[in-house]
């Protein structure tokens, strides 16, 4: 009796240990942590050959706002990022000769602010509008065109094409580039309008007769007189000394 209770208690025991162990492996895993948010910078440092962009998106805090604006926006973005050889390529000087301004505008012309897949180039509107602002004829415009599957990008100083994909997440998209994007606004901008020629004069002779005094009937009669009797004085002394 005390064998078959001994028994049972063990055989109790072995499956109230096997119904846990199967409850614990059936349980969910933990999900893993959120990935932290896109930073562009970190991607090109990950895909290499991109040292002299790199350094100009931090030096010009572009990298900072591209870091909020992707995680704060629906819209995504698209980065054209140039090579360290498609700097290379630059007139010796060239980056230092800009201004802060400039070199914030250089970056800024470099990211489109909407996500665009490879197949979306074919059927987008030219030209498009960079984060550098006004895409107008001799600003910063930038009109990408497809042949096949190669995709050019013109800025009217720059002609390229993208060589790479880097990097696409359905938010954020990084071609690779093997020139330098320039805007017409920075390294070729049109002088300023000529200054409004003056208003011409009137006629001379118009404004000498419109400035002279006027004359009244009255003063042409006066003159008259005053001439008559000049004249009768002449005649009355010829007479008075031929008498």
């Known amino acids: 009796m005390r064998q078959q209770y001994v028994f049972t ?21 933990l999900a893993p942590a959120p990935s932290g948010p896109t930073n562009v910078t970190k991607i090109l440092e990950k895909a290499g050959q991109f040292t ?3 350094r100009l998106l931090k030096s ?25 050889n498609a700097f290379s390529s630059l007139k010796s000087g060239t980056l230092n000769s800009l201004t802060d301004e400039q070199k914030v505008q250089l970056v800024q012309f470099h990211i489109v602010p909407t996500y665009l897949t490879s197949s979306q180039f074919q059927t987008i509107s030219n030209p498009l509008r960079t984060q ?5 004829d001799g600003k910063f415009p930038l009109n990408v065109t497809t042949s096949g599957n190669s995709v050019n990008i013109t800025t009217g100083l720059t002609n390229t094409s993208v060589s790479g994909t880097i ?28 200054a409004p020629a003056p208003a011409k004069s009137k006629n001379k002779k118009a404004t000498t007769v419109a400035d002279s005094p006027d004359v009244t009937p009255a003063d042409n009669s006066k003159a008259a007189t005053l001439q008559n009797a000049g004249l009768f004085g002449v005649a ?3 007479i008075a000394l031929s008498l």
């Open 9 to 29: 208690t063990l055989t109790l025991l072995i499956l109230f240990s096997l119904s846990c162990s199967t409850t614990l492996a059936q349980s969910p895993a």
């Open 52 to 54: 002299l962009f790199i």
């Open 60 to 84: 010009t805090q572009v990298a900072n706002q591209l870091l909020g604006q992707l995680n704060n926006s629906n819209n995504g973005m698209t980065v054209f990022a140039p090579t360290d």
């Open 132 to 136: 550098a602002g006004d895409s107008g």
């Open 167 to 194: 990097y696409t997440d359905g938010q954020l998209a990084v071609y690779q580039i093997d020139q330098v994007l320039q805007p017409l606004q920075i390294f070729a901008p049109r002088p300023p309008a000529p």
């Open 236 to 238: 009355a002394l010829v």
